[in-house]
């Protein structure tokens, strides 16, 4: 159900607000380090310019680093990118992908 719900998002823009709390439920939750990296990688690089899924998923990756202490380099530059296009026009992705990546560098010793 989860995957199903996710792979709706990215194809259904009228879904987004039910993947929310998928996505935030599965970073908070699944004890499944790969999975839930996967999926917030490919909805943070899948979604599109202004979807609320690209803050939301720089955030659950910040939860990913706090809850298991890594990222694999591809999670960290992702969170790294939508920090940076948050901080440079909000319109495109919200402030949640700035929390999410102090968190990363928080959590991953990156300061």
């Known amino acids: 159900m989860v995957v199903e719900t ?6 259904d823009r009228s879904a987004e607000g039910r993947v929310a709390g998928v996505l935030v439920g599965t970073a908070l939750n ?15 690089t899948r979604a599109v310019s202004g979807s609320p899924l690209l803050g939301l998923a720089g955030l659950c ?4 680093a706090r ?16 920090a940076a296009r948050a901080e440079a026009d ?3 992705v919200d402030g949640r992908a700035l929390d999410g990546y102090d968190d990363v560098r928080s959590f991953l010793h990156l300061w």
Do not use: K, T, Y
């Open 90 to 92: 909000p319109s495109d």
């Open 6 to 11: 996710l792979e709706l998002a990215l194809r």
């Open 67 to 82: 809850r298991f202490g890594c990222l694999s380099d591809e999670a960290r530059g992702l969170a790294e990118s939508l």
């Open 30 to 44: 699944d004890d499944d380090v790969g999975f839930v990296e996967h999926w917030c990688v490919q909805v943070g």
């Open 61 to 64: 990756l910040g939860h990913i």
